[in-house]
C-alpha cells in the first residue's frame, strides 16, 4: 500500500546545480501537486497537474518545472539551485468523487542548497 | 487572492479538554474546506471536509463548522490527548475549481498530560 511515494528523502545540493525531486502515486489519481514548506510559511504551491500531459503554475513556480507524461509520475525539477530554494518539498495526489476530495501526501523531501 | 488565516501561536492545553482551532479566509467563496494534520517531518494527513452548503461535521472526537457568512471554520478536538499534539493545517479549494488545495499556515496544538 505505497500511495504517494518521494524520492529522495534528503539531498545537498551546490548553487547552481540541477537535479530531479521524484513522486510517484499508485493510487491513479487525477491531480498531482508540489508544495514547498517553510517556517512559518506554511505549504506554498509550486506547480499542478489535473492530468497526463496538463500542468500549471501554482503560488511560486519561478525556478521550477514538471512535466506530467503518465498518470503516476510527476517530477519537480529544478534548473538551477539557489539557497532559497532549501526548503522541505511535498508531493500530493488527489481525488474527486461524488462531491469528496481529498489530497494524500508523501514523506517530503529535505533539501538543502548551499 | 485568497488568504486563508490561521492562528500562529501555538495552542496550549490540559488533556481532557476540548482544542478549538480556528480558520478565517478572505477574498473567496470556497466549495468546501477541509483540515488536515500534521506531525514533525511528517506529510499532512487528511482529517476532515465540510462542504459550503454545510453547517457542522463530525468524525469522532472531530467535529468542524463553517460558517460561510463570517468565512470562518472551527475544528475543535474533544476529550483532548497528548497523542492530539500535531500542527493542524485548515485548506481550501484553489479558485478556478481544480481540486488541489490551498493551505494556511496552521496552529500547533500541544496537550499536555
Known amino acids: 500500500n505505497a500511495g504517494v511515494t518521494q524520492t529522495p528523502k534528503f539531498q545537498v545540493l551546490k548553487t547552481g546545480q540541477s537535479m530531479t525531486l521524484q513522486c510517484a502515486q499508485d493510487m491513479n489519481h487525477e491531480y498531482m501537486s508540489w508544495y514547498r514548506q517553510d517556517p512559518g510559511m506554511g505549504l506554498r504551491l509550486i506547480h499542478y497537474?489535473?492530468?497526463?500531459?496538463?500542468?500549471d503554475q501554482g503560488e511560486v513556480p519561478n525556478g521550477y518545472n514538471v512535466s506530467r507524461s503518465t498518470t503516476e509520475d510527476f517530477p519537480l525539477r529544478l534548473l538551477s539551485a539557489a539557497p532559497s530554494q532549501t526548503s522541505v518539498y511535498f508531493c500530493?495526489?488527489?481525488?474527486?468523487?461524488?462531491?469528496?476530495?481529498?489530497?494524500?501526501f508523501g514523506q517530503g523531501t529535505r533539501l538543502t542548497v548551499v | 487572492s485568497q488568504k486563508i488565516e490561521q492562528n500562529s501561536e501555538a495552542l496550549n492545553i490540559q488533556e481532557g479538554k476540548t482544542a478549538t482551532l480556528t480558520c478565517n479566509y478572505t477574498n473567496y467563496s470556497p466549495a468546501y474546506l477541509q483540515w488536515y494534520r500534521q506531525d514533525p517531518g511528517r506529510g499532512p494527513v487528511f482529517l476532515l471536509l465540510i462542504r459550503e452548503n454545510e453547517k457542522e461535521k463530525r468524525k469522532e472526537r472531530l467535529k468542524v463548522t463553517f460558517d460561510t457568512t463570517l468565512k470562518q471554520s472551527l475544528f475543535h478536538i474533544t476529550a483532548s490527548q497528548p497523542a492530539d499534539s500535531a500542527t493542524y493545517l485548515c485548506a481550501l479549494d484553489r479558485a478556478g475549481g481544480s481540486y488541489i488545495p490551498t493551505f494556511g499556515r496552521g496552529t500547533s496544538l500541544i496537550v499536555h498530560p
Open positions: 497537474s489535473v492530468g497526463a500531459g496538463i500542468t
Open positions: 500530493a495526489s488527489s481525488y474527486t468523487t461524488g462531491g469528496n476530495t481529498e489530497a494524500f
